[in-house]
């Protein structure tokens, strides 16, 4: 049981951590610890689950496919999940035409960041420049992390990164993002801007309305400049809609998903693109493919586990649940906000979000510990992010558990 004697955890300083919670099992939206008590997982374990935990529907899917095809390498072989999941992901994203498998987050931004910049070398046009949004977070690669907010995350590394031009949060200063997007684009150097539509999540879920979304992407497009959206944390349902990029007009030119794609069950991530984008890369020419791959790219397991997650997820009962949970956290974001305890109430879709009013609002503020640490010992499992609190559920969360989990966050 003292697995922490062994492993290095991510994200913490391993000195001053707490030990972690020995988690046996998971049912539902409930996690169980090894004395037996249970924890609603109201953060949906780092925003992966949307179906609960150990799912059973999903289980089979994946032991089935085990025994059929556990994994193959995805370089001259293919094989019926990964054509099929592909398939079935461009039903419900019309504009793309390829998909590209890679195994997380910040991996399927890589292969967006090595697409956009390839393409416009393959096309003749040797442009370089990324533009992001303040606050942004795309992943922990190297990457990943030149086109996110420089912070105390990236802090060792900032002179390795590449530059980005970053544009003010258009949630607070719309018009400078706006005009400084004009600008920057009007370099003719742009290749690509990468953005988080509508929920800026490890900002400290910040929200920002889609018509401001509509505006920079058109500026982009006007531009010659690839629009890539980093669905990892807002697609399937997150924000209300199967991904945020559907309540705006304009539309990516390459989406980014990883996390609810299996129902957080397995690692998987996708990066979809036009077919202009393919075109560039086919070629008799060696040198323009794209040489990009991991081990476990297309992985049969993670596919299989992905198309049972999806067939779940279009279910009337999976989708009345969203809806349930929609409302459910409007009425608490009313009553929240009238409690005058928070600052900055919001929601988008089944994201709830506050802020708690402290004198250091930072990451590192002791408020994150603190509102942490006493929700878990209520049997909740809220993972602030700095001083905002966020309630960010697997769908099958019941009304009861939602009460339990608003009833937290009030007596913050
Ligand atoms: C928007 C966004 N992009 C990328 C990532 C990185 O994903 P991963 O942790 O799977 O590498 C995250 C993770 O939180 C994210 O929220």
Same mark, same amino acid.
């Given at each position: 049981m003292h697995a922490e004697k062994n492993i290095w955890y991510p994200f913490g300083q391993q000195k001053t951590s707490r030990d972690p919670i020995f988690i046996t099992h998971g049912k539902g939206s409930k996690l169980y610890d090894a004395d037996g008590k249970s924890y609603i997982d109201a953060i949906s374990s780092w925003w992966t689950?949307?179906?609960?935990? =150990?799912h059973p529907y999903i289980a089979d899917a994946v032991n089935r496919q085990f025994h059929t095809l556990e994994h193959v390498i995805f370089s001259g072989f293919t094989h019926a999940p990964a054509e099929q999941l592909a398939e079935k992901l461009l039903e419900h994203l019309p504009t793309f035409s390829k998909v590209f498998f890679s195994d997380n987050g910040s991996t399927a931004v890589e292969v967006a960041l090595k697409m956009a910049l390839q393409f416009w070398k393959n096309s003749g046009k040797d442009k370089q420049g990324i533009i992001a949004l303040d606050g942004a977070y795309h992943g922990d690669t190297f990457g990943s992390m030149s086109v996110s907010e420089r912070d105390a995350f990236t802090a060792p590394f900032h002179a390795l990164l590449f530059d980005s031009i970053y544009l003010p949060f258009p949630g607070s200063h719309p018009d400078a993002a706006i005009e400084q997007m004009r600008r920057a684009c009007a370099s003719g150097n742009i290749a690509a801007f990468i953005y988080e539509p509508l929920v800026q999540g490890a900002a400290g879920m910040q929200m920002y309305p889609p018509e401001i979304l509509d505006q920079l992407i058109r500026i982009a497009k006007e531009h010659d400049v690839l629009c890539i959206a980093d669905?990892?944390?807002?697609?399937?349902?997150?924000?209300? $809609?199967?991904? =945020? $990029?559907?309540?705006?007009?304009e539309k990516p030119d390459i989406i980014c998903l990883s996390k609810g794609i299996t129902g957080g069950s397995m690692p998987l991530s996708v990066t979809l693109c036009k077919q202009e984008i393919y075109d560039a890369f086919y070629s008799d020419e060696k040198g323009k493919a794209f040489w990009h791959g991991h081990s476990y790219t297309g992985h049969p397991l993670a596919c299989a586990a992905a198309l049972a997650s999806l067939e779940l997820l279009m279910l009337p009962s999976t989708q009345e649940a969203i809806q349930r949970i929609v409302k459910r956290h409007h009425a608490a974001e009313a009553l929240l906000a009238s409690s005058?305890?928070?600052?900055?109430v919001r929601q988008c879709g089944t994201i709830l979000a506050v802020d708690i009013p402290v004198k250091d609002p930072g990451y590192f503020s002791n408020i994150r510990d603190d509102i942490y640490y006493s929700a878990l010992e209520k049997g909740v499992l809220l993972r602030p992010l700095g001083n905002a609190a966020y309630v960010l559920p697997?769908?099958?969360? $019941?009304d009861e558990e939602l009460d339990v989990v608003y009833n937290t966050l009030f007596e913050l």
């Amino acid at each position: 049981m003292h697995a922490e004697k062994n492993i290095w955890y991510p994200f913490g300083q391993q000195k001053t951590s707490r030990d972690p919670i020995f988690i046996t099992h998971g049912k539902g939206s409930k996690l169980y610890d090894a004395d037996g008590k249970s924890y609603i997982d109201a953060i949906s374990s780092w925003w992966t689950n949307i179906h609960g935990h =150990a799912h059973p529907y999903i289980a089979d899917a994946v032991n089935r496919q085990f025994h059929t095809l556990e994994h193959v390498i995805f370089s001259g072989f293919t094989h019926a999940p990964a054509e099929q999941l592909a398939e079935k992901l461009l039903e419900h994203l019309p504009t793309f035409s390829k998909v590209f498998f890679s195994d997380n987050g910040s991996t399927a931004v890589e292969v967006a960041l090595k697409m956009a910049l390839q393409f416009w070398k393959n096309s003749g046009k040797d442009k370089q420049g990324i533009i992001a949004l303040d606050g942004a977070y795309h992943g922990d690669t190297f990457g990943s992390m030149s086109v996110s907010e420089r912070d105390a995350f990236t802090a060792p590394f900032h002179a390795l990164l590449f530059d980005s031009i970053y544009l003010p949060f258009p949630g607070s200063h719309p018009d400078a993002a706006i005009e400084q997007m004009r600008r920057a684009c009007a370099s003719g150097n742009i290749a690509a801007f990468i953005y988080e539509p509508l929920v800026q999540g490890a900002a400290g879920m910040q929200m920002y309305p889609p018509e401001i979304l509509d505006q920079l992407i058109r500026i982009a497009k006007e531009h010659d400049v690839l629009c890539i959206a980093d669905e990892v944390m807002t697609g399937f349902y997150r924000t209300g $809609s199967l991904f =945020a $990029s559907d309540q705006c007009k304009e539309k990516p030119d390459i989406i980014c998903l990883s996390k609810g794609i299996t129902g957080g069950s397995m690692p998987l991530s996708v990066t979809l693109c036009k077919q202009e984008i393919y075109d560039a890369f086919y070629s008799d020419e060696k040198g323009k493919a794209f040489w990009h791959g991991h081990s476990y790219t297309g992985h049969p397991l993670a596919c299989a586990a992905a198309l049972a997650s999806l067939e779940l997820l279009m279910l009337p009962s999976t989708q009345e649940a969203i809806q349930r949970i929609v409302k459910r956290h409007h009425a608490a974001e009313a009553l929240l906000a009238s409690s005058g305890k928070f600052e900055n109430v919001r929601q988008c879709g089944t994201i709830l979000a506050v802020d708690i009013p402290v004198k250091d609002p930072g990451y590192f503020s002791n408020i994150r510990d603190d509102i942490y640490y006493s929700a878990l010992e209520k049997g909740v499992l809220l993972r602030p992010l700095g001083n905002a609190a966020y309630v960010l559920p697997p769908y099958c969360i $019941s009304d009861e558990e939602l009460d339990v989990v608003y009833n937290t966050l009030f007596e913050l």
